[in-house]
């Protein structure tokens, strides 16, 4: 089993700035990805950034410039820095894990994150 715990939404004014945390526990297997998903109001989750412990990170091209997520693997956890905030970045973020290596095929949510930005 692996758990994911999430922090950092909130509430920020356009143009400001949150960092979203998520810390793995548990049975994690060295061939992984973690990411980042969002989903807003009446639309699909979407990947905002995703990636494999030493591989490079994959971002949505919308978030691109603004947006820098990092991996801390002896912490097994993931952040996603959030700069620039607009107000179409308001969703729930959630924090994903999943299994790469074909030993397993386990896939993880986090319970989810609200990041709220107002114009």
């Known amino acids: 089993q692996v758990q994911l715990v999430e922090s950092g939404g909130g509430l920020v004014q356009s143009g400001g700035s949150l960092r979203l945390s998520c810390t793995a526990s548990g049975s994690i297997l060295s061939f992984n990805v973690m990411g980042w998903y969002r989903q807003a109001p009446g639309k699909e989750r979407e990947m905002v950034a995703r990636?494999?412990?030493?591989?490079?990170?994959i971002y949505n091209d919308s978030v691109k410039g603004r947006f820098t997520a990092s991996r801390d693997n002896a912490k097994n956890t993931v952040y996603l820095q959030m700069n620039n905030l607009k107000p179409e970045d308001t969703a729930v973020y959630y924090c994903?894990?999943?299994?790469?290596?074909?030993?397993?095929?386990?896939?993880?949510w986090g319970q989810g994150t609200l990041v709220t930005v107002s114009s």
């Open positions: 994903n894990y999943r299994d790469v290596s074909g030993r397993r095929n386990l896939e993880v």
């Open positions: 990636g494999a412990p030493r591989g490079p990170i």
